[in-house]
């Protein structure tokens, strides 16, 4: 299985930071590489597919960029509403598998 | 909008075998592969395998020899069976739809712990 590391796993940031997430993955997957973010008790929501799409109605201060094995996820001017555990995902080939997980906490 | 919920008993015994299904409702259970995907508490997420209307699986290769899945479209559903189930097995369950292994929609969750 592509093994995806991600980094940092938490991160302190204040409102109206930018704030910078990357994920390498083991071997290269083209840009077969999601966003997801999670809050506390709820279920992941997919922010962007193919490496740097925003799926709808996803605020465009997220952005994401990369290809092959190295991908990072950018928050331009961080929101309250935005402090959240973010995840990547590939899905170049089976099984899909995430990474670990970044926590962006409130500083 | 596709919804997704997910049902089952919230307690599973170590070696039984934990049932989960899950009821789609807002669009058409044809429309979609439906996947499970799992996360422990405090840690990362994990797919499980998924399943299209047709009956055809992929299973996550490391869980592959413990997992069955089923759909049952007249029903708008579709269930999980995980065999032989230990400690390592507790973890929120989120059933989950896709067009392909891109996870567009997702239930709730459901907490299922193994424990005697």
């Known amino acids: 299985a592509i093994r995806i590391t991600q980094s940092p796993s938490s991160l302190s940031a204040s409102t109206g930071d930018r704030v910078t997430i990357t994920c390498r993955a083991s071997q290269g997957i083209s840009s077969y590489l999601a966003w997801y973010q999670q809050k506390p008790g709820k279920a992941p929501k997919l922010l962007i597919y193919a490496a740097s799409t925003l799926q709808s109605g996803v605020p465009s201060r997220f952005s994401g960029s990369g290809s092959g094995t190295d991908f990072t996820l950018t928050i331009s001017c961080l929101q309250s509403e935005d402090f959240a555990t973010y995840y990547c995902?590939?899905?170049?080939?089976?099984?899909?598998?995430f990474g670990q997980g970044t926590k962006v906490e409130i500083k | 909008q596709v919804q997704l919920q997910e049902s089952g008993p919230g307690l599973v015994k170590p070696s039984e075998t934990l049932s989960l299904t899950c009821t789609v409702s807002?669009?058409?259970?044809?429309?979609?592969?439906w996947s499970w995907i799992r996360q422990p508490a405090g840690k990362g997420l994990e797919w499980i395998g998924r399943i299209y209307t047709s009956g055809s699986t992929n299973y996550n290769p490391s869980l592959k020899s413990r997992v069955t899945m089923s759909v049952d479209t007249s029903k708008n559903q579709f269930s999980l069976k995980l065999s032989s189930v230990t400690a390592a097995d507790t973890a929120v369950y989120y059933c989950?739809?896709?067009?392909?292994?891109?996870?567009?929609?997702w239930g709730q969750g459901t907490l299922v712990t193994v424990s005697s």
């Open positions: 995902q590939q899905y170049y080939s089976y099984p899909p598998t």
């Open positions: 807002g669009g058409s259970i044809s429309s979609y592969y």
């Open positions: 989950a739809a896709s067009a392909g292994t891109l996870f567009d929609y």
